[in-house]
């Protein structure tokens, strides 16, 4: 059965002004939009403590809804001062816990490097923090990796060097589809094979013409098995422009599935 959902920072501006909680988003996940994945941005957890984890664990039952992705931030993989580096350590060491009681099929950690070239330091204490993440996850049924909203990450030659000398089932990325700051014509492509979660904003794809068609078919080719997510980052007529997308994606994932 094919998937999709929604990223909670689609609503970033009904969360801002008090208008919706993540249960408030929980809820629109289910009973809104029909869906039955949610794709959770942590800037609507209120907590990360066990009562509060325990509410959504048993929310998540209660409208039998699974997290397709959960993006937490706090947890960055580098970081030039050691000392905050070893914090961030420590909460991607809880964020993994949290995500095992949550059931989520992805967890994202971002690398944190804010320049397009990594350092040999850089890049082998990312490929032995992902090892360690990645064996973690895999042994719980997800997988973990970064997302392709920073410099490094948006590299892709960076992102396929570091999943192959982690080699892991347990690793892979989020793929902000054709969010690229260099090799934008072959990025998407050469990511598909190792893309745990996809999200498609109007942003960076045109949802009007052929190319969002033709990017679901190449991460159909590259044996992409996660859902469909949409994010929209206008900031008003949420629910409606989020609809529209949505309509507009399940539309587009029909017919690539003829084609």
Not at 32 to 54: C, F, K, N, P, V
Not at 120 to 135: K, P, T, W
């Amino acid at each position: 059965m094919t998937a999709f959902s929604i990223g909670s920072w689609s609503f970033h501006a009904l969360f801002n002004s008090g208008k919706m909680d993540l249960f408030g988003y929980l809820q629109s996940i289910k009973y809104r939009y029909r869906l039955h994945h949610a794709d959770i941005w942590d800037g609507m957890l209120l907590s990360t403590e066990d009562s509060y984890i325990q509410c959504i664990q048993e929310t998540l039952t209660e409208e039998e809804l699974t997290i397709a992705c959960l993006s937490m931030d706090g947890a960055q993989v580098w970081h030039n001062d050691p000392v905050i580096r070893e914090q961030n350590y420590k909460n991607a060491l809880s964020y993994l816990n949290i995500a095992q009681r949550l059931g989520v099929h992805a967890l994202r950690i971002d690398m944190g490097i804010n320049t397009l070239e990594l350092t040999d330091e850089q890049f082998d204490f990312c490929v032995n923090r992902y090892r360690e993440y990645a064996q973690f996850a895999h042994n719980r049924g997800f997988r973990v990796g970064p997302q392709t909203h920073q410099p490094a990450s948006q590299a892709p030659q960076n992102l396929k060097r570091l999943h192959d000398e982690i080699s892991s089932p347990g690793f892979g990325i989020v793929l902000n589809v054709s969010r690229w700051m260099v090799d934008k014509e072959i990025g998407d492509e050469l990511v598909a094979p190792f893309t745990m979660h996809a999200q498609f904003d109007r942003a960076f794809v045109d949802f009007t013409g052929p190319e969002l068609i033709h990017k679901i078919q190449l991460l159909q080719t590259g044996g992409y098995p996660g859902c469909w997510s949409l994010e929209f980052r206008g900031g008003s007529d949420e629910y409606l422009e989020v609809e529209h997308d949505l309509l507009t994606l399940r539309r587009a994932v029909r017919i690539a599935a003829r084609e």
